[in-house]
């Protein structure tokens, strides 16, 4: 058999998904993968139900239709001060995921470096790899997750491309200040360097946390690519639409990137979608509430059996610290994902192991998330006692 490509043997396939199959194998509450289990907005669902009668079912323009990319640059307009053109300052992209990969690949060239905080959402490594770049990884140190700025322009000075940022972060929940962006924004303009950040949480942030736009930042829209989805704030993981929102010319690439990669979106959900970006900021405040009820709801639940976790500032996810488990005589020498799949099959609960997020070797920590309904969240942490009686 002819070689296969040297790049795909540098990573491994999504350990997040892989958890999920196994969760499906044997029936388990499914903590790992992050969707929730309740609908979209009825309004999205009607436009739906309308679009699979009378369209539009053919290709649309492949960067976007025309009214999706003006309903989204409106919002986010509004958002970050300052007006996007719908003609050339977005591309509507299949999920966020891929407006991440069109961006690096649009910013790269072989042998070119990205910073990347670690621990990070698992694609971004194969994202650099994938465009022929070099990640270099900042560490966030648990349990706070703070960082050191010096190491990040040890990168700029090393010739970091840019620097990837995912706000709200996935998987720990942190939330960076305006203090902590502008200072990052400021050696990528000392250094002629871009910002890629992820905001699919941006609507996920606990108070007293404020999730801050870095293209908002004074003088910084040039030089920030954002990416972000519909998949989190409007229940709709499945329909897979996302956006990337940059300069003109960042964007002209990474149409072009996008274009050989997928063509374009669905055009029937990006006609369905459209209504999501008419509803009244009541909806945006409602959800805020619902992931903060649910967050505390399941947080309580880990305290009450004995679970050590970090407190989330955004996002719905959770980092549980299992060390003490591990240094029992039936889990000694255990990875985190052999004590992962051993919970699904014992406990019946799904979780990523946090080796898959850290380029560090971190073995302590597991991550679930709280997307699932009070009933769901509360029979997990049924579950999960039944686990810490172990360490007694």
């Excluded at 491994?12 to 969707?35: E, H, P, W």
């Excluded at 947080?299 to 996002?315: F, V």
Aim: hydrophobic fraction near 40%.
């Amino acid at each position: 058999m002819p070689k296969l490509s040297d790049r795909v043997g540098t990573f491994t396939d999504s350990v997040i998904r892989r958890m999920t199959r196994i969760c499906n194998k044997y029936g388990a509450i499914n903590l790992s993968q992050g969707f929730p289990d309740w609908d979209p907005p009825k309004e999205m669902l009607d436009s739906l139900a309308k679009a699979a009668y009378t369209g539009p079912h053919q290709y649309a323009i492949t960067f976007g239709a025309k009214n999706f990319r003006d309903a989204i640059c409106a919002k986010q307009s509004k958002a970050i001060g300052r007006e996007i053109d719908p003609e050339t300052e977005i591309v509507i992209t299949c999920g966020s995921t891929e407006a991440m990969m069109a961006a690096m690949m649009t910013i790269c060239n072989p042998g070119d470096k990205v910073m990347v905080f670690s621990p990070f959402y698992e694609n971004y490594g194969a994202d650099s790899i994938l465009s022929g770049a070099s990640p270099i990884y900042i560490p966030l140190v648990p349990p706070t997750y703070d960082y050191d700025i010096n190491l990040i322009e040890e990168g700029f000075k090393k010739g970091a491309k840019a620097i990837v940022i995912c706000n709200p972060s996935n998987p720990c929940g942190k939330v960076f200040t305006v203090e902590e962006l502008t200072e990052i924004g400021n050696l990528a303009l000392k250094y002629d360097a871009y910002i890629v950040t992820d905001e699919v949480y941006e609507h996920i942030v606990f108070d007293p946390y404020k999730h801050v736009h870095a293209s908002a930042l004074p003088g910084m829209f040039d030089h920030v690519i954002t990416c972000n989805s519909l998949s989190k704030t409007y229940s709709i993981t499945g329909w897979r639409l996302g956006y990337l929102i940059g300069p003109a010319d960042v964007v002209d690439g990474a149409r072009k990137v996008h274009d050989f990669l997928t063509v374009g979106a669905a055009a029937p959900l990006q006609e369905a979608a459209t209504q999501a970006f008419l509803l009244p900021d009541s909806y945006y405040d409602e959800l805020k509430e619902k992931y903060t009820h649910k967050r505390d709801r399941f947080l309580a639940g880990l305290d009450e059996a004995g679970l050590k976790h970090n407190i989330p500032q955004g996002s719905y996810f959770v980092m549980v610290d299992i060390s003490n488990f591990l240094e029992l005589p039936q889990f000694k020498g255990w990875s985190d994902l052999e004590f992962c799949e051993w919970v699904i099959k014992n406990i019946g609960v799904a979780a990523v192991p946090g080796s898959s997020f850290f380029k560090e070797p971190v073995n302590n920590l597991i991550r679930f998330h709280f997307a699932r309904s009070d009933e769901t969240l509360d029979e997990a942490i049924r579950r999960l006692r039944k686990m810490a009686e172990l360490l007694k």
